[in-house]
Every structure is written in C-alpha cells, then in structure tokens.
C-alpha cells in the first residue's frame, strides 16, 4: 500500500466481502492507540477498523479453537456502547462524551493480523486493523460524572492466565491518555471521511496489554480494575430491577413446571441481590421461594463446577441425577454435567452444535421446555 488513504480504500472493500460471513458491521475498533506502537508502524495516531455483529457474540466463558484466525493474537481491550448521536458533536469534553455513552464493556480482542515481516499502518488498515472476534465481559453502565472520567482514568487493566500469571497490567492513561480521547479521536476521524457514530454501536477504543499468541487449552482473564466490583454490582442490581427481560417462552415455561408439581430451583453465578432483583422483576420469586435460589455465594466454587447444582439438587430433595439442568452458557453446560445431572442447552447464544460437543441435549425455544421434560404427555 502506498499510503494509509490506499489502506483505507482496500478496507472499505474488505468489509464489503465480509459482511456475508460476519453480520453486518456493528461498530468500530481502534488499533495503534499507543505511542510505542504507533513509532513501530510509522505513524503518530491511531486506525481503525470495523467490527461486525458475529465477532461479537461471545461472552465471559466463551471457548475458542486456539488457531481461530491466520496469525492469532489476544488483547486485552476496553468496549463503549453509543447511547446516541450526539456523540458526534460531543468533541473532547470527558464528560460531555459520557452523556452519550451508556456502557462500558471489559473486553478481550481476539485479533487476527495476517502479516509477514515489518507492515505499516496502511497495510495494517488494509486487513481491517486485525478485526476478527472477541470476548465481552459483564457491561458497565455509564454515569456521566467527573468522577466516573476520573476512575477511567485512573483503573488499571490486568491480563492473567488460569495459572494466575500476571500477563500484562496497564493503567487507563495508557490509551492516548485517557480512553475517552480515543473515543472523541475515532468520532473525529470517521467525521473527517464524512461518517458518523450510531446509537448502539461498539467501540472497541484500547489494547491494554502486549499481543499474546492463544495457546490451546489456557484460559486467559481480563478482570475489572480493582475497587469496580461492589459498585458494578450495585449498578447491575438496580439496572436489573427496571429493565431485566425474560427470554422469550421462559416464564411459562418455568410456570408450567411447578404447576406439574416438580420441584424447580434457580442456580446462578450472579450476586444474590443481583438475581433477587432478576426474580422480583419477572414475577417468578415465590415460584422458587427462598430456599431454592442459589447464587455463586452460597458455594465453594461457582460455575463450571457443580457446586451449585448438586446445592440446587438438595434444595429440591433430590438426587442430581434425576435433575434436569437447563442453561445457555457454556460455563453452565460444564457446571451442569459436573454435577451429575441431565443438561438441556438453550441454543440462544451460543451454537447448538457447540452444546452439543459439550454433551448438552441442545433445543431451540423455551417453549419446547415442558414437552422436552413429557408434561405434555401426562
């Protein structure tokens, strides 16, 4: 490439080809955000690329094959969601920025550079900034408050592995400075092609940590800043108890399990407040009554191991297993089976086929759920 504008260009037709096989474009992400970084590829700012709504999906537990992409490398990374458009006009105010974003999103990039010997920033653009797939963690409502800039600021973003390595820790400012700089740099360069930011799209604004290569069977974590949990939980807690959704069929689902008469119980790796709220706000707390709604707290060790659904097997007098363990999660399949229980997985957010590798019986709808268990036969 003879220059960035050329890089640019060829990106514009890469998205073209992949959006058929990645979903449409969802967002944006920013690469080259440091100064070290940047001296390396031969420029002084940062690029972007786009991110596409299937290299999103993947959540906290999620498992990917080691080799997912041509030259493989892991990031630990930071996501903003745009609440509105007025982040356009928003220019480098900290806190008028906030006002119009409503989460933030620990995240781990899981980027692919397919690139031999020294490549410059226009090649680097050329293939989408590395754009490939990533994992969230658990979103973190926005408070447009100084004191909220400040602590973005200030967090330091660690990397460990399942050994409890420390792979990498880096402080807020690291990206440009602060990392709502990055978002009014990208804002002004998508202006500058005569583009603008959307209600709803991803941002994915900071690389925290060196490019690590997968390795296959390792696990590699990207925990909250020390200080965030008790207040994230709080935030989630009340955020849950106004806008917590059912998933589509699972009310009368669970309603028509305890009407046959079968004890059911409610088995989470949430915050025992957090899942109290989820309960109250969906009508299903006297369901489940007080003795049979289990939260990470109550075990030794929460999901993937069966802690929590062996304790939910003895809250319904029951041996695990004659139970039946329905999740969506990758993690949950694991605790489940764990435990010695039958596992039905919910193919929602994660592939049916995937469950199934698993040892999950995969089911498409939770409306299935009371013919999958024979009720409709009695």
Known sequence: MASLEDGLCAQDKLVRILQSHWGRPVGYKLALTSAPVQ??????????????????????????PARFGAQPIIESDFLVRVRDAGINTAGRDH?????????????????????????????????????????????????ATEEFARRLGAMAVTMTDDTGRQLARLPGTAVLGHPLNAVAFLAEDLAKAGRRLEAGQLLSIAGFSPLITPEAGRTRTGPLPPGWSAALSARITRAL?????????????????????????????????????????????????????????????????????????????????????VEDSLLGVRAGLAAGCRVLGLARETEAAILAGLGAEPFAEMAALPALLGLEAR
């Not at 001296?39 to 990917?64: C, K, M, W, Y």
């Not at 010997?117 to 408070?143: K, Q, S, Y």
């Not at 929460?302 to 041996?319: T, V």
């Open 39 to 64: 001296q390396r590829f031969g420029v002084d700012h940062p690029i972007r690329g786009v991110i596409f709504e299937n290299t999103v999906r993947l959540r906290s537990g999620a498992e990917v």
């Open 241 to 325: 108890a106004e806008e917590a959704e059912p998933i589509p069929g699972a009310i009368a689902a669970v309603r028509a399990v305890a009407a046959a008469g079968i004890p059911v119980a409610c088995a989470s790796n949430s915050a025992r407040a957090e899942l109290a709220a989820k309960l109250a706000r969906l009508g299903l707390a006297a369901v489940f009554g007080p003795r049979r709604v289990l939260s990470f707290e109550d075990v030794a060790r929460p999901k993937p191991a069966g802690d929590l659904y062996r304790a939910a097997a003895a809250a319904c007098g029951a041996d695990p297993a004659g139970c039946v363990v």
């Open 95 to 143: 806190l008028a920025i906030l006002r119009h974003l409503d989460q933030v999103i620990p995240y781990i990039e899981l980027a692919d550079v397919p690139l031999t010997g020294n490549p410059d920033a226009a090649n680097l653009a050329a293939v989408n900034a590395g754009a490939r797939l990533g994992v969230l963690g658990t979103p973190i409502p926005v408070e």
